[in-house]
């Protein structure tokens, strides 16, 4: 059975920490993929760059580092929910193995996105803490929280994260762009687009 990473999100822009969080993820849990997936019509999220922008640069980047991508997400018009998502990848890859990957503030959040039971059956959930948060009560109370009222097990893993998307439009925004925490091929991408 192939074991198979999820990475969704915007990507307003993919960064480092982005392909970090799979490298770790992919290393950890012997992962044979990792498909990153674009959101299309975010329902949570306002002011995101266009969704085909966002696939482009995401695109990149998967190409630079060997992930895999979808368009599932952003070529719909629809608001992209995860619970679906992973039920059309169950239907695509029946014989795949899902682990969700998302990030500790993802996890905080994750019981006000659409019917979250579905995807925690769906899908080994396991979420990214920063290194210099390790031992953190919150994120440990949450873990314990959800994994009982879900009936769940959420695996940890901890990596060194100090940026943010919200950080990297800033900089390009300020004309002094964070070169480092963004891919090579997104970068360029980024300038000649005028993306931020």
Partial sequence: MKRTGIMGGTFDPIHMGHIEMARK???EFTLDSIIFVPSGNSYMKQNVTDARKRYE????A???????????????NKPSFTFETLQNFHLI???DEFYFILGEDSLNSIEKWR?????????????????????????RECIQ??????????????????ISSTQIRK???SNDPLYDAIPSSVCRYIKENQIY
């Fill in 62 to 76: 998967v190409l630079q580092y060997g992930f895999e991508i979808s368009d599932i997400e952003s070529r719909s």
């Fill in 145 to 162: 929280r959800i994994s009982a009222k879900y009936d769940v097990v959420i695996e940890e893993m901890f990596f060194e994260n100090r």
């Fill in 93 to 95: 890859y029946p014989k």
């Fill in 115 to 139: 019917k979250p039971e579905l995807i925690f059956n769906q899908a080994n959930i396991i979420v990214a803490g920063r290194k210099e948060q390790c031992g953190s009560e919150s994120l």
């Fill in 25 to 27: 993820a992919q290393s």
């Fill in 171 to 173: 900089s390009f925004e």
């Fill in 57 to 60: 640069m995401v695109e990149l």
